[in-house]
């Protein structure tokens, strides 16, 4: 969960805090101990995992030991209803030990409602190349007011870049130098930093032996992320994520309904649909958009059931396209639409899986040994599941989608005549009133068949005995 990095001139003592857990101090030349300083990344959207992750990680460092908590953002938006929002600065606000924000490493983003965090936040900073902005409406908290001053008008509807931020002094910086481009320097920015009669110390300056000052890091860092059960639950609400998993999951349990059973694939298809829909519910998606994925599917079955891609595989395709145009809603300042890259590779492989992959592997699953079916035309075989119009019968060894055209279905067990073959799925109808096949008339015998009056069935004289 944690990991601690050192970077100082000095030796690491192993300490307790007053509740008996363990604090990675670092003693100085001078005999100073310095406490560790916790970092913690939040990526992502902003969801109810990662609120409660923060307030787990000011609770942690706390009692940890920890002089101070970094958080290290990069966030496109927002997913969680302002009133966790809310909840969330009012124990940043609060919070025992100061608090960073650092919006980094270079290229990040902090949009939506969540980024009202830097208001409350004691020592706040961004790399240069990030961006923050669309904020909304300033939210109301009992400890704190949410005040951006001249640049709240800016950043309500809009994002601005590192010159911006600073020429409306948007951050608590607290260092000169342009932007803060790794943690190091978000380090030295809150060094020095003083509250409730406590002053922080991360860095320290030294003279090198060319006359130049560089700042080396004299406090514990310790880096924490999400739980691997909390990161997949917030890696699956990401939009390319979900999207992906759900076309994964559908078309695997179309994939285990129409072939081989419930197997491995049925199993796998299962738990992805659970985790797109588990992301789906945080995400900012359309019902009908879900509903028509789902109907696309359920047409694509009808052409997988005779094994042909034909018109209702064409229409499948066409819904699931509309369904991924409008499955996601808009965020402000997020383009929560999936990546071209995810979308290539959902609707290519919805494509290929039921224009070549699917019709091969039901063929592989009711084929027979024997190449070529038209010597089944007029073979007689045994009905496994009751065709009823569409069942499942056995001529020779091999078994075969089967319907009947007739009003009365042909009961399991019972026999058939194999009257007509369309792609991999046999017409058949019951012996009794089926059509006579003329294999069976070139085979009789006429000179040895009589009527009941002893009268030759080719002849139109009478038998005379002899």
């Not at 640049?151 to 948007?170: F, M, P």
């Not at 008339?441 to 005379?464: A, C, F, I, Q, Y």
Request: aromatic share 6%; net charge negative; proline share 5%.
């Amino acid at each position: 969960m944690a990991a601690g990095l050192s970077m100082f001139g000095g030796a690491a003592n192993a300490q307790t805090d007053n509740e008996g857990n363990g604090v990675d101090t670092v003693t100085t030349p001078g005999g100073a101990d310095i406490a560790p300083v916790d970092v913690l990344q939040v990526s992502g959207f902003v969801d109810d995992i990662l609120v409660d992750e923060i307030s787990n990680a000011i609770e942690r460092a706390q009692n940890g030991g920890a002089q101070a908590l970094i958080l290290q953002v990069n966030s496109d938006g927002t997913i969680v209803d302002d009133d966790v929002v809310a909840k969330l600065l009012n124990d940043i606000a609060n919070a025992p030990i100061p608090i960073g924000v650092w919006v980094g490493p270079t290229g990040s983003r902090f949009y939506g409602p969540a980024a009202q965090i830097l208001a409350v936040a004691d020592v706040t900073g961004m790399a240069p190349g990030a961006r923050v902005g669309y904020i909304g409406v300033p939210l109301k908290i009992p400890s704190a007011d949410i005040d951006f001053g001249v640049a709240e008008e800016t950043l309500r509807n809009g994002s601005v870049g590192l010159s911006e931020a600073r020429a409306l002094d948007i951050f608590k910086q607290r260092i000169d130098d342009e932007g803060i481009p790794t943690v190091t320097s978000m380090l030295q920015a809150m060094n020095g930093f003083e509250e409730s009669g406590t002053t922080l110390l991360t860095t320290e300056q030294v003279v090198t032996d060319d006359g130049n000052l560089r700042f080396d890091t004299v406090a514990t860092v310790r880096f924490s992320k999400l739980s691997l059960i909390d990161q997949l639950f917030h890696t699956v609400a990401s939009p390319p994520v979900a999207y992906l998993l759900l076309l994964t999951g559908l078309v695997l349990l179309v994939f285990e309904f129409y072939t081989a059973g419930v197997g491995v694939g049925g199993v796998v298809g299962a738990v992805c649909t659970f985790l797109a829909f588990s992301g789906l519910s945080v995400l900012p998606t359309r019902t009908w958009a879900i509903v028509v994925i789902g109907v696309a599917m359920l047409v694509f079955s009808v052409d997988v059931q005779v094994g042909i891609p034909r018109f209702w595989t064409a229409v499948g395709l066409l819904l699931t396209a509309i369904g991924t145009a409008f499955l996601f809603e808009s965020l402000p300042g997020a383009s929560m639409r999936p990546s071209w890259i995810a979308l290539l590779a959902g609707l290519s492989g919805i494509t290929l899986t039921f224009i070549v992959g699917m019709p091969n592997m039901v063929r592989t699953r009711f084929a027979t040994p024997t190449i070529g079916r038209e010597w089944m035309i007029g073979e007689i075989g045994t009905v496994i599941t009751d065709v009823d119009p569409d069942g499942v019968v056995e001529i020779g060894t091999g078994r075969w989608r089967a319907r009947t055209n007739r009003a009365t279905p042909v009961l399991a067990g019972e026999q058939v005549r194999v009257a007509e073959i369309d792609g991999i799925t046999l017409e058949v109808e019951p012996l009794e009133g089926a059509a006579k096949d003329y294999r069976e008339m070139r085979g009789k015998d006429h000179d040895e068949t009589l009527d009941d009056e002893g009268v030759n069935s080719e002849s139109t004289s009478p038998t005379v005995p002899e």
